[in-house]
């Protein structure tokens, strides 16, 4: 099982928890599995074409990721997947 890790400004969408388990063999079907069981969380994470929204990034083992190229990548049992957000400001 892998371990997702949910930035604080996304918590609300999953019961406010900031660490997920989820069981999966890849990547995609780990992000999958999380929309599936916190739907709202969808569209925060991507559009209506279940692309990644720009300003979400993802890191895979301290790894930048690069979806949908990476969707497919082999995640094991002490995976920690890192969901990031872009902050914009002035």
């Known amino acids: 099982m892998a371990s997702v890790i949910i930035p ?3 918590v609300r969408f999953t019961s406010d928890q900031r660490r997920v388990i989820i069981q999966a ?3 995609g ?3 999958i599995e999380l929309i599936r069981s916190y ?3 969808r569209g925060q994470l ?3 074409n ?5 300003y979400v990034n993802i890191y895979l083992d301290q790894h930048a990721i690069e979806l949908p190229k990476d969707f497919a990548t082999p995640i094991h049992p002490n995976t920690v997947v890192r969901i990031l957000q872009s902050v ?3």
Do not use: Y
Not at 50 to 54: A, F, N, T, V, W
């Open 46 to 48: 991507f559009d209506e």
């Open 8 to 10: 604080e400004t996304l």
């Open 88 to 90: 914009a400001g002035g």
């Open 25 to 27: 063999p890849t990547l």
């Open 50 to 54: 279940l692309r990644l929204r720009g």
């Open 39 to 41: 739907p709202d969380l």
């Open 29 to 31: 079907k780990a992000l």
